[in-house]
Structure formats: C-alpha cells, structure tokens
Nanobody, 119 residues
Framework: QVLLVESGGGLVQAGGSLRLSCAAS????????VAWFRQAPGKEREFVAA????????FYADSVKGRFTISRDNAKNAAYLQMNSLKPEDTAVYYC????????????WGQGTQVTVSS
C-alpha cells in the first residue's frame, strides 16, 4: 500500500515555472514506477511523465518533452515534476501515480494538485 500526496500547484503566468512534489508513504516506495498524469476540464486524463524505480529511465509525453523534468528521491520517498516554459494549455489538475507493473496500470493515485497557467 502506498499513499501519495501532491503539492506545489498554483497559478503562474505563461512562460513561468512550477515544481510539483509527490510525497509517498508506505513500504518499498523505491520499487514503484512513478508517473504524473493531468486532467484538464472537459478532457480525459492524460499521461505526462514517468520514472523508473531507480530513476534511471524517464518517459515523457510529446507535449511536455523538453519543458518538464521528472525526478525522484527514494531516500525521501518523493517524486517531483519540474515544469518550465508553462503554457495555458498545461492548465489541469496534476496527479501522481505509482505502480509495480506499468503494463497492468497504476494502482495508487494522489488527490491531485491544481495548476493554472494564465496567458
């Protein structure tokens, strides 16, 4: 069982930056792949980025590649999403998720944190 709590969302102007944090509690967080998803009003939830258990492999949606960076600190049971060059279309609720097997989907989800980018 893993409990995830996101923080760091807020209101930022286009071109600005935010850093989201995902604090995890529970056993063996370091064995989980962690991902960030987002859901904008009226749209389906979409994948943003993921990081392997070791942090050695990362994955990004094309829409955020080169602007967002996912990282993790297993010693602190935390994961992060650094978001730079933000655009109004990045506005969404951002969710942290964790899984032992990404082929089976993500088992654990946080409550989400709102990111609003003004033009």
């Amino acid at each position: 069982q893993v409990l995830l709590v996101e923080s760091g969302g807020g209101l930022v102007q286009a071109g600005g930056s935010l850093r989201l944090s995902c604090a995890a509690s529970g056993r063996a967080f370091s064995t989980y792949r962690v991902a960030w998803f987002r859901q904008a009003p009226g749209k389906e939830r979409e994948f943003v980025a993921a990081i392997s258990w070791s942090g050695g492999t990362t994955f990004y949606a094309d829409s955020v590649k080169g602007r967002f960076t996912i990282s993790r600190d297993n010693a602190k049971n935390a994961a992060y999403l650094q978001m730079n060059s933000l655009k109004p279309e990045d506005t969404a609720v951002y969710y942290c998720a964790a899984t032992l097997d990404p082929d089976l989907g993500y088992d654990y989800w946080g409550q989400g944190t709102q990111v609003t980018v003004s033009s």
